[in-house]
Every structure is written in structure tokens, then in C-alpha cells.
């Protein structure tokens, strides 16, 4: 493995993540640099890296709508007429006041929700008429982080984020270093055996990401996930998910907190009552 990595210099460079939060790494000399964008774009075996997160391609399509249409049962129309494409790599802020849609467009990424009508693909998928086993895949393939994080209060840390690993059927010996490792990432690897009611609201939405990048997706939906925090654990918890984009995973983030955009720039992607009105890097 370690010959492998290092043909692609990938443990050339060591994540500084001292307090969870991991905007850069470390050359072999110990001095701060950016991801290297090749990190991202060399098309290895990505089971077998050890890595935050395992090299993905970027730059491809990875969400596509056109006209795309929701109507509840209930009658309730709560998107109409979006068509937007979503690159792999990306980092984008689903925005809009409460009820404007952005929910109902996530759940819809990851098989939630079926279009009513016009066109979607995820992952190349077309969500019109996939299967549900093929559902249940894009799920693997896809991480979530929920406002109230939604974590197992009745389990340790460490069982919280093997639980996404043990659906894949992931192996101890595999299993049992990936979950420290994604740990290490936000910061809690000292805290395999608490339990998530010991932790901050700030620590469990960390755990959150931890679960959520656990299988390496290639792509993470957070709805709302600084909604219940204050503003600098909000920043820490943004910052984790900034970082885990420099790896190459594409982070799609409802929020209504716009102010966390000057810190933290994105492509914003504006609704107003279920209608596209804004689609802006910011
Ligand atoms: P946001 O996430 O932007 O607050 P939502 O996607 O949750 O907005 O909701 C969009 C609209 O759809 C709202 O008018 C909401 O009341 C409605 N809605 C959400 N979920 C359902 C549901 N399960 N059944 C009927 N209407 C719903």
C-alpha cells in the first residue's frame, strides 16, 4: 500500500488536522501547503488508500436536472422548472428562506424523493426509473449530515461511524483503521468509547461528518448541519467540511446562514419558493 501511495505522493504529504481542522498538509519538510490538486485527480484503487479520503476524479458531472418538478401527495408543489448541473469536486450552498425547497432538493439527490416530473440523474443515475436496489446503492455513495445529526445514542462513537462500514459489509481489519482514521480527521479519535450524549452539540455534528465520510462517498449532503450551533463551533464544523472538498469529495450544504459565506466561499444556488432565482460563486 505504502509503495503504491507513494508512487503518487500521497504520504508525501501529511494532514495537519491539530484540533480537527484540516485546510492544509504538510510537505515532507513539515512546511503548510494546499492539497495538491493531483491528490484529487489520479485515478487509483481507491479501496486499498488509507487516506481521508481516497483519490476520486473531478470535473465530471455528477448531478444533473432539467425542468425538474416535485409534487408532495399532499398537492404541494415544492420545486418546479429547476435545471442546474453539479460538477464532482464541487462545494455548493443550497440557499433560500425556510420552505423555499432546499430539503426536498436533497432528499431528492440521494433517492428520498422520486421527480414528479421533467429530468434527473445522480451519479449517473436517472432518478425516474432507477430501482430501488440501485437506490439503496447511491446511498452507500453518498454521505449525510443532518441539523440534528441523528446520531445513536445508545452506541459508542466508534459504532456510530463503523455503522455506514458494517452495511458495506467492510472487514474488522479494514473497518477498525478507517473508523479511527476518519476520527483523527475531526479531531475525536480520543473519544472512540464516549458515548455521544458525553460529547458537545459541536462534537456530535463532528461525529456526524465522521460517520458520513466513513465509505469515502463521493459526495456529502449536509442539511442545515451549523443550524443548532454557535457561530465558531459553526465555523469549525464548516471548515471540516471545506477541508474534506480539498480531498476531492463535492459537498452540497442547505444553510440559510449566509454570513458563513465570506469565510468560506462556494457556488451558491439560491431558491425562492421552489424556483431557481440565484446561481453565483460567492
Ligand atoms: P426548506 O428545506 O427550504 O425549508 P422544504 O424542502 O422542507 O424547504 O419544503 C418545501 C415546501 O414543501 C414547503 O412548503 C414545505 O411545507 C413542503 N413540504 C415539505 N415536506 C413535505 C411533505 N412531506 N409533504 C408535503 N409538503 C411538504
Known amino acids: 500500500m505504502a509503495a503504491m501511495a507513494d508512487q503518487y505522493g500521497i504520504f508525501n504529504q501529511r494532514a495537519d488536522v491539530i484540533g480537527g481542522i484540516t485546510m492544509r498538509t504538510r510537505d515532507v519538510h513539515g512546511a503548510m501547503v494546499k492539497p495538491k490538486l493531483a491528490f484529487v485527480s489520479i485515478n487509483a484503487d481507491r479501496e486499498h488508500l488509507h487516506g481521508y479520503c481516497f483519490p476520486m476524479s473531478t470535473n465530471q458531472t455528477l448531478i444533473e436536472m432539467q425542468q425538474l418538478m416535485l409534487r408532495y401527495p399532499t398537492g404541494k408543489v415544492a420545486l418546479s ?30 433517492g428520498g424523493l422520486r421527480p414528479s416530473s421533467g429530468q434527473l440523474s445522480v451519479q449517473q443515475l436517472d432518478m425516474r426509473s432507477v430501482a430501488e436496489g440501485d437506490v439503496r446503492e447511491l446511498r452507500q455513495r453518498t454521505g449525510i449530515i443532518f441539523q440534528d445529526h441523528r446520531l445513536l445514542f445508545s452506541r459508542t462513537v466508534f459504532e456510530n461511524v463503523a455503522l455506514p462500514l458494517r452495511v458495506q459489509g467492510w472487514e474488522k481489519e479494514r473497518l477498525v483503521p478507517r473508523v ?23 462534537e456530535q455534528q463532528r461525529i456526524a461528518i465522521a460517520r458520513a465520510m466513513a465509505a469515502n462517498p463521493p459526495i456529502i449532503l449536509a442539511d442545515e448541519p451549523t443550524g443548532n450551533l454557535d457561530e465558531d463551533t459553526a465555523r469549525r464544523v464548516l471548515d471540516l467540511l471545506m477541508a474534506l472538498n480539498q480531498y476531492g469529495t463535492t459537498v452540497i450544504m442547505a444553510t440559510h446562514d449566509l454570513h458563513l459565506l465570506s469565510s468560506h466561499p462556494g457556488r451558491v444556488i439560491q431558491l425562492h419558493q421552489g424556483s431557481l432565482v440565484g446561481d453565483s460563486y460567492g
Do not use: C, N
Not at 448541473?85 to 432538493?105: C, D, H, N, P, R
Not at 475531526?186 to 458525553?198: F, I, K, N, Q, T
Open 81 to 110: 422548472g429547476i435545471s442546474l448541473a453539479i460538477e464532482q469536486g464541487g462545494f455548493v450552498y443550497l440557499t433560500g428562506e425556510s420552505g423555499a425547497g432546499k430539503s426536498t432538493l436533497l432528499r431528492m439527490f440521494y
Open 180 to 202: 479511527r482514521k476518519v476520527l483523527e480527521f475531526v479531531g475525536l479519535d480520543d473519544r472512540l468509547w464516549s458515548y455521544p450524549e458525553a460529547l458537545s452539540g459541536g
